[in-house]
């Protein structure tokens, strides 16, 4: 189970990562929604920055506790970006997207200087993939897509299905969320994945993520990515 204290722990570590003047991307999600809320607090102290939010939960968050928020229409280069994980391997690619927010948060990571992951202990995985891969998908090719996710080897499910509709991203997209069980190859998986036709965005994320927090009962532990 996840641990608040811990997610708490590591939310607020990255804060010290912000500068005054920065641009930030914040992430969505239960632990970068502690990170935002410790934003909001040295704002409020006087940091001088703004944000460009992963998804409309997150500016809504942002908004009520008083950070100035931006777009990437204004600004294309992110100084920073803080966002959580579902899964961190010991290489830093990540398994991504189980608040539904994947699209948005790939497209503010890849404008980001730095992608500062955050996460509890339970996040932490020597191999991913027993978290789903979250694949969102234009409607009229759902189907067709779940057949050639379901030949690479998934089991594919509709999020949202069973409570009778299925769940919508911000974009208005389906996501489906794919057990692959053991990913040996995460960057192969990736490149199938982008080239099916009707696939928007997918949760893996490989060579993005440069430190990742992890909170580990009493400490957080900071992981670094070896630039190739």
Do not use: W
């Amino acid at each position: 189970m996840a641990n608040e204290g811990e997610k708490e722990a590591a939310a607020r570590a990255s804060i010290e990562m912000v500068r005054d003047g920065d641009i930030v991307g914040l992430g969505t999600g239960s632990t970068a929604a502690y990170a935002v809320r410790f934003l909001g607090e040295r704002v409020r102290a006087g940091l001088k920055i703004r944000g460009i939010p992963t998804s409309i939960h997150t500016r809504e968050l942002a908004a009520s506790i008083g950070i100035p928020l931006t777009t990437l229409d204004e600004f294309q280069e992110i100084d920073v970006t803080i966002d959580g994980a579902d899964e961190v391997d010991p290489e830093l690619r990540l398994i991504k997207g189980g608040g539904g927010a994947l699209l948005r948060e790939k497209i503010v990571a890849s404008a980001s200087r730095k992608l500062v992951i955050i996460a509890d202990s339970t996040k932490q995985v020597a191999t991913l993939g027993k978290f789903p891969v979250p694949v969102e998908v234009i409607k009229f090719a759902e189907t067709l897509v779940a057949k050639k996710l379901a030949g690479l080897g998934a089991a594919v499910t509709v999020r949202g299905a069973s409570s009778g509709k299925p769940f919508l991203t911000d974009e208005g997209n389906h996501i489906l969320d794919c057990e692959f069980g053991r990913i040996s190859d995460a960057l192969g998986l990736g490149r199938a994945l982008e080239s099916m036709p009707g696939v928007v965005e997918h949760g893996l994320f490989i060579g993005m993520a440069a430190v990742a927090l992890i909170g580990k009962r009493d400490q957080v532990i900071e992981m670094r990515r070896e630039k190739p």
